[in-house]
């Protein structure tokens, strides 16, 4: 699914970002790639450990397509996916210790999704 931004493809399907949102969603795709999630947030884990999230704090494809078909705009649907995301991250940073070989990787992110929400909240409605 592409998010707006030529050749960069995002979790969510979205038309129009501004340029400097377009320059930061892809330093995040690159960083979300699969075989760096799955290094970082699946192999330096112990097996069966869970961050516990709250029902409302996870963002099924379902859900993307409902309000998608209804009335929320392709920007309100941007702005879910980076809340959405970066407190995602937010919590897995709670639980690490500094030394922890993920460390770095969610600090990464963690300073990725801190700029896009600036570059949010000078046009968030």
Request: aromatic fraction near 12%.
């Amino acid at each position: 699914l592409g998010f707006g931004c030529p050749g960069v493809v995002a979790v969510l399907g979205l038309e129009a970002a501004a340029p400097d949102e377009c320059e930061l969603t892809r330093l995040l795709q690159d960083k979300l790639q699969y075989e760096m999630r799955l290094q970082y947030m699946k192999h330096y884990f112990p097996i069966d450990y869970m961050v516990h999230v709250q029902y409302e704090e996870v963002l099924r494809p379902a859900n993307i397509t409902r309000l998608r078909n209804g009335t929320v705009s392709e920007a309100a649907l941007r702005y879910l996916w980076f809340h959405v995301s970066s407190q995602a991250v937010l919590r897995i940073r709670e639980v690490l210790p500094e030394k922890h070989p993920s460390w770095k990787y969610t600090q990464e992110l963690c300073q990725l999704f801190d700029a896009l929400g600036k570059e949010y909240s000078k046009y968030r409605q």
